[in-house]
């Protein structure tokens, strides 16, 4: 006589999985959520090709940008006295940028322009006349007399 078995009415067998198929899993769910979260979180700042910026003074003045927050922001480097120096891949401070100046270790004021005004004046800023006159209210010395350097005007 022989005997057979059957599943009890109304189960079901399920497959069985194996713990090392539950960690492929989980760690492909986790990795996607990663890569989404970094695509949110880590955003790529985006660049204004050039900038430009005519210094009509007897200075060479440090320029810095930063959005209309005053927060953050990235120094661009030196305007050469009487020339125009172009600054390349200059990321974008938005819709409000903040110029600040400096020379001779001396601060030389702060200017407030619209990205507006910039794109209409294709990426070129005249340094105001200002900044070179506080400067030298405050007594700070001009640098020697020198040419463009390459790269300026």
């Known amino acids: 006589m022989g005997v057979t078995t059957r599943p009890?009415?109304?189960r079901h067998r399920r497959p069985?999985?194996?713990?090392?198929?539950?960690?492929?899993?989980?760690?492909?769910?986790a990795f996607v959520a990663l890569v989404a979260i970094t695509n949110i979180v880590f955003q790529d700042p985006t660049f204004v090709d050039r900038v430009s910026f005519v210094n009509q003074s007897s200075y060479d003045i440090r320029i810095d940008v930063t959005g209309g927050d005053g927060q953050g922001g990235m120094p661009l480097g030196v305007a050469t006295q009487r020339c125009t120096t172009e600054f390349r891949l200059v990321i974008d401070q938005g819709s409000v940028w903040r110029i600040r100046f400096h020379a001779q270790g001396t601060e030389g004021g702060e200017v407030t322009v619209s990205r507006t005004d910039l794109e209409r004046a294709d990426w070129t800023f005249q340094i105001p006349d200002a900044v070179a006159a506080d400067l030298t209210s405050r007594g700070t010395p001009p640098p020697p007399v020198q040419g463009c350097a390459p790269g300026t005007t």
Not at 17 to 23: D, L, N, P, T
């Open 8 to 10: 009890a009415p109304g």
């Open 16 to 29: 069985i999985i194996g713990a090392g198929a539950r960690a492929v899993g989980a760690a492909i769910v």
